[in-house]
């Protein structure tokens, strides 16, 4: 399964990022090959509005079934739940890596409405 997962820098030993939209990074990760790809988000991190749904067209350009992150706006959860992916929640203070660990052990919780109101930085 392809995963991205919000992240504070283009390692997969970064620490997963609280935002989703305004995340720097993504890291795309298949969780059967162990391969993954960090993709910029930079366009976003400072936008006036839209981050949360540019973001969600981005992951779902690059495959993802599914999404680690802190949390998820409204905009966003709309579009990743429109493209059926899967939106998993964790806490602060993890690394990608470990982020994934969890996912693969049914230890994160999946996200069925928004975990935020809306902007936050």
């Given at each position: ?7 504070q820098?283009?390692?997969i ?11 720097r ?5 298949d ?15 400072d ?9 969600g067209s981005?992951?779902?350009s ?14 966003a959860?709309?579009?990743?739940a ?5 939106i ?15 996912l ?13 109101s809306?902007?936050?930085?």
């Amino acid at each position: 399964m392809k995963v991205a997962i919000s992240a504070q820098s283009n390692d997969i030993d970064s620490l997963v990022d609280p935002r989703f939209g305004r995340a720097r990074w993504f890291i795309v990760a298949d969780t059967e090959t162990g391969q993954w790809r960090a993709h910029d988000n930079a366009a976003n991190v400072d936008a006036s509005g839209g981050a949360g749904v540019q973001a969600g067209s981005t992951v779902a350009s690059q495959g993802a079934e599914a999404v680690i992150t802190g949390n998820v706006g409204p905009n966003a959860h709309k579009v990743l739940a429109a493209a059926n992916i899967a939106i998993y929640q964790t806490g602060n203070g993890i690394s990608v890596n470990d982020a994934l660990a969890a996912l693969k052990r049914g230890e994160l919780t999946a996200v069925e409405a928004p975990t935020v109101s809306g902007h936050w930085a």
